[in-house]
């Protein structure tokens, strides 16, 4: 089988920074809290209003930046539809659980349940846009992003697709906040603050003058496995045409936690790319299950204007990159699965 080329033609997001706008690249919002709700744009001006009081926000949130990246593509109805969150509608799963204790399960609003779900967003997004065709959703912590991706990528490359729409979706609530906060997950000294993500992405292989660069592969695998991880990373560089040397600089999702962050660090150097400069992205959009996928659309976006600001960097980079060619996205969870993904300058 030939294997194609992959591109990611629009990529939106709605997020802490000003929604639908890459304004965060020359003036980012930052925030010292330890919980920042995302900025919602006007939802009347991409949905009717009746509509609009029906949705909770991850569904509105989904489907205006989903909107926005059609219509950037003109493309009318996508091939496929592949979506990863990891907690899905919890804010309308909380309303749903909490009239059924103080109503005693009785008159409760269909509402609520309907959209509790985690599939919920994926199948509206294809009753709205009028989409029949594969339709998935994925929820796996903080890899179901990236294994929505995957998959979206396996279906071009199997010719079954010719574009695919995937989407990042995450909400959150006070009452989960705690928990996690709790946990450890977030909201602790020297972490980023907790967000809420909404980042959609069209996938296509037909070049496009304007497409923001090619996609050229992903893989995962598992920390422990760490020969296994170097045959991964070969593999990515050889199907894209290159080498560790090629590489401009690697993504990764380090939030402030040092045991989350030493795990890369590690990564890095059992993959020899400790000399390479490092990007971060979660201090400028916030630490959440699907915030793997504002680090894809904010590398999509650095490639296709040839820059990268400097608060991206990490803070102990090694150096800066003057020549942006081919970024390298890690990501993992807990310290067990890992996903690398590979972005190329068109």
Known sequence: MNRKTIYIRAAEQISIQQPLSESWMESPVLT?????????????????????????????????????????????????????????????????????????????????????????????????????????????????????????????????????????????????????????????PGMVACGEVAVSVLLTDSPHEDALCQFSGIRTGQCQHVHRLQEHLESLLRDGGMTRQDLSAIVVGTNGSKEHDAVYQQLLSALSLSHLPLIQYKHVFGENFTASAFGLYAAAHCLERQFIPNFLYHPDTPSKTGNLQNLLLVNQMHGEDVSLTLLKRI
């Open 32 to 188: 010292a809290e330890p919980l920042a709700y995302a900025q919602n744009p006007n939802f009347r001006d991409f949905i009717p209003a009746n509509e609009v009081r029906r949705m909770g926000n991850i569904m509105k949130r989904a489907l205006v930046t989903t909107l926005k990246v059609l219509h950037e593509s003109q493309t009318e109805h996508p091939d496929a539809i592949i979506t990863g969150t990891s907690i899905g509608s919890l804010d309308y799963t909380e309303r749903f659980l909490d009239a059924m204790t103080e109503n005693g399960e009785e008159t409760l609003s269909p509402t609520y349940f309907m959209q509790s779900t985690h599939n919920t967003v994926s199948s509206a997004l294809g009753i709205y846009t009028k989409t029949h065709g594969y339709n998935c959703t994925y929820s796996h912590g903080e890899m179901s992003f990236d294994l929505a991706l995957l998959d979206g990528w396996m279906q071009l490359q199997l010719g079954k697709i010719s574009t695919a729409l995937v989407g990042g979706h995450d909400e959150m609530v006070d009452t989960y906040f705690s928990l996690l906060q709790k946990k450890g997950f977030v909201g602790l």
